[in-house]
């Protein structure tokens, strides 16, 4: 599958940090794709809802917890096939990423990931004090349908 088995390890573009309260309403948007929300604590995330359609996908992201936390998106049916590095993180080599997003502190924000279509699972990475968060709990399963021409 020549492109779409492309590698993309860009960062997520971080589209606008939302101030506490202030405009979630869209301002003529032209895509009218649903807004998905992503919410994330020690140790969980969540995504609903689980399913969007391919395009601009706009995910408003709630980290709710105390640490930091990263996402990154990547091909995978199930949580439980995504392989591991010693440290119990995913070993991102032997998957294909479809994006990622820095560690963000704990906040609001909004993003705009590029992901393709199929099954993802949207997980943080992150490793702290020995615990992988991924193995404690943090990933969802979420599915990018594909539109068609
Ligand atoms: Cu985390």
Do not use: W
């Amino acid at each position: 599958m020549p492109g779409a088995v492309m590698r993309m390890r860009r960062l997520a573009v971080v589209v606008a940090v939302l101030a506490a309260g202030a405009g979630l309403v869209g301002c003529g948007n032209p895509n009218p794709t649903a807004e998905v929300r992503l919410r994330m604590d020690e140790f969980s995330l969540r995504m609903s809802p689980g399913a969007s359609d391919e395009g601009l996908i706009k995910i408003f992201v709630d980290n709710v917890g105390e640490l930091e936390h990263g996402l990154v998106f990547v091909r995978a049916k199930t949580v439980d096939e995504l392989p591991l590095a010693p440290d119990g993180s995913v070993d991102l080599a032997k998957v294909q990423v479809a994006d990622q997003l820095k560690p963000i502190e704990p906040g609001k924000y909004r993003i705009a990931p590029d992901l393709f279509p199929g099954p993802l699972v949207v997980l943080c990475n992150l490793v702290t004090d020995g615990v992988s968060h991924f193995q404690r709990g943090m990933a969802a399963r979420f599915q990018v349908r594909d539109v068609g021409d």
